[in-house]
Every structure is written in structure tokens, then in C-alpha cells.
């Protein structure tokens, strides 16, 4: 294997290269060396004087079988160690996330289990209600609710996809110790998904000020049908409105907006935000079109006309959301749209149930999208949650399996790697694709296990390959690393397979670089075990030279988003050399995915693009394929475009 060029790079961080002068693109740097002999210190000297002994004896086969088997002992110590630090380090985690969820908020905060029982209340909630905040424990937190209003707590409380990226906000009567109604507005973030917290988040906020005079017997259902943030009319309001009789065309046009949830603003500068943007989509608006609040924050617009009227207006509406000023900055936002036609047989509640279909549907397109319901969004709705269901014993009735498709040094004209991929195939769907049922692994717990599966999977079948230099990368989920097991399953694998450390390539997205300090420890040492970390679809999110610079990474991967139309587009084509520019600087090999014509790969190999994957070399080879060796990427592409190299 060969490595790219690497301008910049210390000394002493380089690869070593092995006999014959030829380093590797995924070669063990000399720091790494240095810190695994430095490893083997501190294993013990039990250890060392058998190792030494063994040094000692004689060369050669002794030297090798040495090396193993202190490789085999420092993976146990390694994986005891690891296992010891992340049951210490989860507590410690779980224990920080419980403080920082609290101590974050100037608002009182409850905490819900999975039966929405009240497993923790801060001290606040004895302002806003006047109760004891241990007298609540185990109570449902419904029993507090007026039950005019219980009826739409439940959907904001339990979507059935939990995702902490999004939050929904929902206003009710919740009857004060005084036997007074107070109105409180909940701000729910879901997060049972996450290891380290595993609840219902509710941050409360008293709106009532806001309303009429909440006496004992006030009615407070005219205020409860409005958003208190933006003052528009809720979900509540909207289904009322939609049952009324409407002799004209109606239609529904939602609007989702991205990225207000991920970014960290002040309660103050968030509201500012969702009232500039209320303001933004009003301005959007037709005479008799009427805008509301809708499930999770969503914008809902009850349009005065046509299905196409309604697209019209929803591009409109997506158009309308853009950057927004902020202290200190700007907010970048983006807007998907579903639009829905409104029919006399068909109830508010089924009404909104497509709208939330196309609505889905546009954010799976990506930003800007705008797209119209139909019956077949229904029946793709089926099928996910189908999929959903069967995913969880797919991997025990033997239905998936992983291919592997070759990474292109065309400079030596060589396969350095492959990439280990996920494929599913269903009974009764056939081969079902990664971009479908990958989200919904991700959505459950079941991720961490196809993920340890994988890893092991893929090392196995590459440790039993004649090639001893050619290493294979794994695509590792955010859930999995988070989890803290991340360690003991590559040791795991490693072990299992006997491929060497220095042969696997951990893959990770650019939000994982960005989490907390103990992914970052987790990734550190697998890095000095010899594993090589990657950053998977480089450029599409956080890109940035500032968080590269001394994190625990060896290769970017660059997305296969910067080769559309390239040959034509000069802003792509100078994309594509600044990622390689920056690679460089950094000393960082850049693999490009995505290559799939001749022309496309001529064009990289001239910008000095070094390491290429895609169709143009070969499609994803099937595990039996790629055991029995009779595949040769070099074959798949003429000399003249790929001219050999003297070593």
C-alpha cells in the first residue's frame, strides 16, 4: 500500500515505511509506535520478562510469536482497562448530563420515564406549582393536567422516533396547589435514546400571565388554543378550524424548519427567532390563508384554495426561511414543506396525518423541497414501519450481510482498502437499501449491535484474505460511540480475527468529533492501539481546519455531494481541490467516494487526487467474491487512464 503525499507533517508524526521504502496510506505512525511501546511498560513486567525472554531466544519466528502474543495481552489489559474506565466514566457522564440538564435551564424541570411518570422534579417546581418536588415522584404527570387538555400532551410526550435534535412545545392547564389553574408551557425533548439520560425532558415555563385571570373556576380553553411564543392559533385551534364545514377548496401546507433545535440560543434570542420567522411566513401569505402551530414547532398553513395552490404557497413559505441575525452572528436556517389537499370525508386528524406524510417525505428529499401527498406515501409509511419490526430479528435469521468495495491508490494502481457495507435482504421486500433501513437501525438500540456485528464481520473476512497489507474500513454509528463500547468491540473483533490493529479503519461522521471529551478519549486509543480513524462524508457538515487540528484523525473521506457535475462546475471543482489542499496541509491522505465515470476520475487524478472509490473501479463485492481473490480493480480500468507506476 502506498500513502498520499504529505506536506507539513512533523517528523515525527509520518509514516513508518516498511521494507522495501513504500509507506502505507494506513500505516502506524512512528508517535503511535512510540506510544505503544510505551504500552507495553506499562503492561507490567511480568509481561515484559516473557516477551524479553522470548527476544532473547532467538530471532525471526520467536520475535513474531513475541510480538503476538504482547499484542494479545495488552488487547485483555486494554479491554479490561476500557471497560473498567467506561462503567466509571458513564456514571460520570450520566451524572454530568443530569447536571447540565438541570443546572441549563433557568426553568423548572421534570423528568419523565417511559409511562410518563414523574422520576424527578427540580426544586423549581415548588415556584410554579407550590408542591413539594419529592411529593410528585412516581405520579403521572397527566393526573395534573386539565382533561380538556390531556388529549394532546400524549403525542407531544411520545412521537415513537425519538429524536433529540427536535422538541416539541405544548400548552396546558396544570391545576396549582391553591387549587388554581396555572398555564404552563412544556417544552418536551425526548431523549431516551440518549445512554447517558434515557428520559422525557420537560422544561416548564408559566404562561399564565399571558391569559385572562386564572381563578379556580376561569376558563382558560380560548388562551389554550394558542402558541404563547408566537401567538399563533396551536394544533389544537387547527384541528377545531379544520372540522368546521369549508364550502371552498381548502389545503394544508407544513412547514419544518431546520436548524433553530440544534442551535444553543438564549430563551430570549430563541423566541426572537420563532417571532421573526412567524413574521417572515405571514408576509408569505394570501388573504385568507391562516397560519398556525403545528406538532414538534412545525408551521401549519390552512390554505384558501388547490392542492397547487397550496405548492405555490409552500414554496413561498420555504423560500421565506433563510439566515437570521442573531447576537453575535447569524442563524442558518432551511424549510422543507408538505402540502395536502383538504376533503369533506376526511377527518382533521387523518388530514394532518398526510400533510405529515409529505411533510416527511420533502425532508428525506432535502432542504427547499416542497412535496404534495399521495397514496403511495401511505404505503411507503407501512413498509418503514414494517421494516421497523423485522429489522430487529433480521440479523438472527441471517438476512444481512456485508460486501465490500475496493479504495484505489491510481497513482500506484493498487487496492489499498475496502469499505465494509450493511445490506439487507428482506423476505418479502428483496433487497431493501441502506439509505432506508440504516435511519431506522439508528433510531433504536439495536444500532450498537449491528454495529459490533459489523465490526466483527468485516475483520474476519479481510484477516482471512491472502493480501496482508489490504486494511478495511468500518462506518461506526454516533449511538455507538457514545455508548462507551466502542473499545472493547474493536479489541473484541480484532481479537476474534487476528487482524491486525494497523488494517482497520474506524469511520465516523464530523458530529462525533464534536461530542464530548470521552469519544474523543475513546478514539485516542484505538489510535494508539495502531486502528486508524477516518471522518466519513467529509465537507457536509461541521467542515472545519480549527476542529481537525489535534483531534484523533488519519484520513478524510470526502462526499461523493462535491462531484456533481464537477466537470462542468468550477465552484465544485475548486471544493475538490481545497479538500485536498487541506488534507495536505494537515497531513491527512483524502479518499474520494462516489467516482463513478472515467472522465470524473481522470479530472481528480489531475487535480493530484490520490485515493478514489466508486462504481468506475468496481461495485460492492460480496464477501464470497472478495474470498476467493478473482477481482482485480486494475483490470476494470484501461492503462492509458491509469498508466503504471515504478515502485
Known amino acids: 500500500m502506498t500513502t498520499a503525499p504529505v506536506q507539513g507533517q512533523p517528523a515525527a508524526a509520518r509514516p513508518v515505511a516498511p521494507p522495501g521504502g513504500r509507506t502505507g496510506l494506513l500505516a502506524v505512525p512512528a508517535a503511535g509506535a512510540a506510544v505503544a511501546a510505551g504500552a507495553a511498560v506499562a503492561a507490567g513486567a511480568a509481561v515484559a520478562a516473557v516477551v524479553a525472554g522470548l527476544l532473547a531466544a532467538s530471532g525471526g519466528t520467536r520475535v513474531i510469536l513475541a510480538v503476538a502474543g504482547l499484542t494479545v495481552l495488552l488487547a485483555a489489559q486494554a479491554t479490561l482497562w476500557s471497560r473498567q474506565r467506561r462503567l466509571s466514566g ?6 454530568s448530563s443530569f447536571r447540565t440538564l438541570v443546572k441549563s435551564s433557568v426553568d423548572p424541570v421534570v423528568i419523565l420515564d417511559d409511562r410518563f411518570r414523574i422520576t424527578f422534579a427540580s426544586q423549581g417546581i415548588a415556584d410554579l406549582l407550590g408542591l413539594d418536588p419529592a411529593a410528585v415522584l412516581g405520579r403521572p404527570v397527566l393526573a395534573a393536567v386539565h382533561p380538556d387538555d390531556r388529549g394532546t400532551l ?4 411520545d412521537t415513537g422516533r425519538p429524536r433529540p435534535e427536535e422538541v416539541a412545545v405544548r400548552t396546558a392547564r396544570v391545576r396549582h396547589a391553591d387549587g388554581r389553574w396555572r398555564l404552563i408551557q ?5 431523549l431516551r435514546a440518549d445512554p447517558d439520560v434515557g428520559a422525557l425532558v420537560l422544561y416548564c415555563r408559566d404562561v399564565t400571565a399571558q391569559a385572562p385571570a386564572a381563578g379556580p373556576d376561569a376558563d382558560l380553553s380560548g388562551f389554550s388554543l394558542t402558541d404563547p411564543v408566537t401567538g399563533l392559533p396551536n394544533r389544537a385551534a387547527l384541528v377545531r378550524r379544520l372540522g368546521a364545514v369549508h364550502p371552498r377548496p381548502a389545503a394544508l401546507a407544513l412547514v419544518r424548519i431546520s436548524g433553530l433545535a440544534s442551535a444553543v440560543l438564549a430563551p430570549d434570542t430563541e423566541t426572537a427567532v420563532l417571532r421573526t420567522l412567524t413574521t417572515r411566513l405571514t408576509r408569505a401569505l394570501r388573504g ?9 414547532g412545525d408551521f401549519v398553513v390552512l390554505v384558501d384554495g388547490s ?4 405548492e405555490t404557497l409552500a414554496a413561498r413559505l420555504v423560500a421565506a426561511v433563510g439566515p437570521l441575525p442573531i447576537p453575535g452572528g447569524s442563524l442558518r436556517l432551511t424549510a422543507v414543506a408538505g402540502v395536502t389537499a383538504v376533503l369533506p370525508d376526511v377527518d382533521p386528524g387523518e388530514a394532518l396525518r398526510r400533510g405529515e406524510l409529505a411533510l416527511r417525505s420533502a425532508g428525506t428529499a432535502g432542504p427547499g423541497s416542497v412535496h404534495r401527498y399521495d397514496d403511495a406515501l401511505r404505503v411507503e409509511e407501512h413498509r418503514r414501519a414494517a421494516l421497523r419490526t423485522d429489522l430487529d430479528g433480521a440479523l438472527a435469521r441471517g438476512e444481512l450481510r456485508l460486501v465490500f468495495q475496493p479504495v484505489v491508490d491510481v497513482v500506484m494502481h493498487r487496492t489499498v482498502s475496502v469499505e ?3 445490506r439487507w435482504r428482506h423476505p418479502s421486500y428483496g433487497e431493501v437499501s441502506p439509505t432506508e433501513f440504516v435511519p431506522l437501525a439508528e433510531e433504536s438500540p439495536l444500532i450498537t449491535e449491528l454495529g459490533r456485528w459489523v465490526l466483527r464481520e468485516a475483520c474476519t473476512a479481510v484477516a482471512a484474505l491472502a493480501d496482508p497489507e489490504l486494511a478495511v474500513a468500518v462506518n461506526v454509528s454516533a449511538r455507538q460511540v457514545r455508548t462507551g463500547e466502542l473499545v472493547p468491540d474493536v479489541l473484541g473483533a480484532l481479537e476474534a480475527s487476528g487482524l491486525p490493529a494497523s488494517r482497520l479503519v474506524v469511520e465516523i461522521t464530523e458530529s462525533v468529533l464534536l461530542d464530548d471529551s470521552h469519544v474523543l478519549e475513546d478514539l485516542t486509543v484505538l489510535r494508539r492501539l495502531g486502528v486508524r480513524i477516518a471522518v466519513d462524508d467529509f465537507g457536509t457538515g461541521w467542515s472545519s481546519l480549527a476542529y481537525l487540528v489535534g483531534m484523533p484523525v488519519d484520513v478524510l473521506k470526502m462526499d461523493q455531494y462535491f462531484l456533481s457535475d464537477v466537470e462542468h462546475d468550477p465552484a465544485r471543482r475548486a471544493m475538490c481541490r481545497a479538500v485536498l489542499q487541506l488534507g495536505a496541509s494537515l497531513g491527512l491522505p483524502v479518499i474520494v467516494e462516489g467516482v463513478t465515470d472515467e472522465s470524473v476520475l481522470t479530472l481528480l487524478r489531475d487535480m493530484g487526487h490520490r ?3 466508486g462504481y468506475v473501479f468496481a461495485r460492492p463485492l460480496e464477501a464470497g467474491r472478495l ?3 478473482d477481482w482485480d480493480v486494475r483490470t476494470a480500468v484501461p492503462a492509458p487512464v491509469l498508466p503504471a507506476v515504478a515502485s
Open 611 to 613: 485515493y478514489l472509490q
Open 288 to 296: 385568507e390563508d391562516w397560519l398556525a402551530r403545528g406538532r414538534d
Open 307 to 310: 392542492i397547487a395552490d397550496a
Open 186 to 190: 412544556a417544552t418536551v425533548r425526548d
Open 154 to 157: 400524549p403525542g407531544a410526550l
Open 420 to 422: 465494509a457495507l450493511l
Open 627 to 629: 474470498a476467493a481473490g
Open 90 to 95: 458513564a456514571l460520570q457522564r450520566s451524572q
